[in-house]
């Protein structure tokens, strides 16, 4: 398999990055840009950032955000949070992202996966799924950070949206983010096997024996952190350190 | 010298990273979709990203099909990207057959569904994979300076599989699966990956480009 990747998920309430706990109790944390500018000069693989009032407003603020970023960051970029429309689409690609993120919009109307796909290609389209443990090994999906329910169990949705041609999924646990105590393994794990695209784990790092675990156990392809990073709790070429030790594969820098 | 180098900009992809590397490493990039500007480009840089057929059915309704074609056999610099690169072989394989620009025998295949040892394995081919050398040594090539190894970041479904050896540059390993990593004739370039997106090594290759002498 290509090498693990690291991947910098940069929550926004434009024009500040921000952090909360279970996707609520907002605390700004700074200037977003430069955040995402020193992620990358330490070496994470990528960058992810998610405007997370943008459904709530309509309209997603990352524009000016992305133009500032792609100025001196040359690794790819997520853009997501209240992408609805194929012209949502261009205009985050036009200021610089690579991929967009979608919720919502995908849960209101699936063909719109397609759509995107079929314009932009796959690898441009990425399911975001919020989720939540519904019961004994199963999940429900939920948009607006967590709030709404969808009535969707997260394995089919999930299943359903790579055979529409989304070509990963950023798949976050709303009960661990931000708890810092791991990542949900089980969930990880039972989308990862049912799916053949990409599978991204996000929510609850707090460890490097939780990005262990994560891909061992869970069969991430690639980890999403937040909390850790932003409040610098664990030095990247630390967290790279460990999982090279570990003997998973990570970029050589 | 001069330090123009022209994108051709024929409604795919995400030039603007493009663009950024090309102003990082010291040159000033130009976007352009006019026949003219591009025959005349001094550096020529061809995007693409999508389906193979769309791609060089994009590059022929913007009329640009053929202003590719003269920088390319004048011998000056061009570097291909991602679909870009693979549009320069002869035909691909992505939703039926489709003719590409034939600039480098072979033809544009799916990337095996198995590792070597026949499970199948994820696809696209999507991260960072390590490049290393196929035919010939980096010296005086757009990998002058690159340590074999370093990584570069990957996203494609299809990959190049050019008939001669000699034009194979660069590969990558793909679960025991050798794929094409970048391909070369002459001054002529096509990389797999995307190098605005490979950090610091891909800067490097972008600038090593930029350093080949036009005549």
Known sequence: MPDLRLIARLDIKAPNLIKGVHLEGLRKIGNPAEYARRYYEAGIDEIIYMDI????????????????????????????????????????MRCGADKVAINTAAVKRPQFIEEVATRFG?????????????????????????????????????????????????LTSVDREGTRKGFDVALTRAVAEAVSIPVIASGGMGSGEHLIEIVRDGHADAVAMADVLHYDRM???????LAAGAGLPVRSL | MSREVVIVDYGVGNLRSVARAVSHCGAEPVLSSEPARIEGARHLILPGVGAFGSCVGALRSHGLLESV???????????????????????????????????IAGRVRAVPATGADGMPHKIPHVGWSAIRPAAMPWADTIFEGITPGSTCYFVHSFAAVPERPENTIAVCDYDGRTICAAINRGRLYGVQFHPEKSGPVGLRIFGNFLKMPVD
């Open chain 1, 235 to 241: 030095p990247l070429a630390e967290i790279r350190e």
């Open chain 2, 69 to 103: 074609l003269k920088v390319i056999d004048s011998g000056r610099p061009v570097l291909g990207i991602c679909v870009g690169m693979q549009m320069l072989l002869d035909v691909g394989e992505e939703f039926g057959e489709h003719a590409g620009l034939a600039r």
């Open chain 1, 53 to 92: 009032v943008a459904t709530l407003y309509q309209r997603n603020n990352l524009g000016d955000i992305l133009r500032d970023t792609t100025e001196s960051v040359f690794i790819p970029i997520t853009a997501g949070g209240g992408v609805r429309t194929l012209r949502d689409v261009e205009t985050m």
């Open chain 1, 122 to 170: 796959s690898q441009c389209c990425v399911l975001s799924v919020e989720a939540k443990q519904s019961g004994a090994s199963r999940w429900e999906a939920y948009t607006d950070n967590g709030r709404e329910h969808t009535g969707l169990d997260v394995v089919e949705w999930v299943r359903r949206a790579a055979g529409l041609g989304a070509g990963e999924v950023l």
